[in-house]
């Protein structure tokens, strides 16, 4: 059964996610006063029915899931390859730190992470499960897969390579997203985007090289 147990989360780490998360929720909010206004707006200068029509287009706008995401990034530590090896596989993977970073609770057990997350001031929360399997590459290399889902649902899949080389260990991970999302989740991929590399370095992980692929399905 899983259970709730204190976990070690590196502070420097956390700290980048707390502020990545103070930035988030405004600009996730303005989205939903954008929504509001349209349909004020609207209401003002016609009447209530377009306005509500005006409104409904709006929601279905922004939470219409078609955007698609994937990317490789490199990182180079100076940790050995074990040691980063199990930092993946454990309660804190290093690039899961906006979710561990601002969760409520950590829960361990059954070979598998869960991490609980409010917002809107505790009135909702998410789950958001993380499965791990690792083995070795044919180089001797450790792969470590890492399967997450919100909710019940499937989110992200991240595929790590650790190995080591002449100037330190180096870890080199792909990521899927298994979930397609919308435009209200736009602010927080801009807001990731200027914090991430800060909370790698945190837990002594530099960024090398990184590509991302975004797409719109159609």
């Known amino acids: ?32 006063l954008g929504v509001v206004a349209g349909f004020l707006g609207t209401y003002v200068a016609t009447s209530l029915v377009p ?6 287009l709006l929601v279905v706008v922004i ?21 980063v090896a199990e930092s993946f596989t454990g309660a804190t993977p290093p690039i899961l730190v ?8 950590i829960l361990t057990g059954d070979g598998r992470v869960t991490y609980r997350i409010s917002y809107l001031f505790g009135l909702r929360s998410v789950e958001m499960t993380v499965d791990t399997r690792t083995d ?3 180089d001797g290399g450790r792969r470590i897969v890492l399967e997450a889902t919100v909710d019940g649902q499937p989110w992200s899949t991240y595929v790590v390579t650790v190995d080591t080389r002449d100037d330190g260990t180096v870890a080199e991970y792909e990521y899927t997203a298994d ?12 807001v990731a985007n200027r914090y ?3 909370a790698l370095e945190a837990q002594g992980y530099a960024v090398v090289e990184r590509h991302e692929q975004y797409g719109v399905a159609v």
């Open 1 to 32: 059964m899983p259970s709730t147990r204190t976990v070690d989360r590196p502070r420097e780490a956390r700290a980048a996610a707390q502020r990545y998360l103070r930035r988030e929720r405004p600009l996730s909010a303005l989205i939903v």
């Open 136 to 138: 070795r590459t044919p």
């Open 98 to 105: 906006f979710q561990w970073g601002i969760a409520d609770e």
């Open 51 to 56: 306005a509500v029509v005006v409104g409904g």
């Open 196 to 198: 991430r590399d800060e």
């Open 63 to 83: 939470r219409a899931p078609v955007i698609e995401s994937r990317g490789s990034v490199r990182l180079r530590t100076d940790e050995d390859a074990e040691s």
């Open 179 to 190: 979930r397609r999302f919308g435009l209200r989740r736009v602010p927080q991929r801009l």
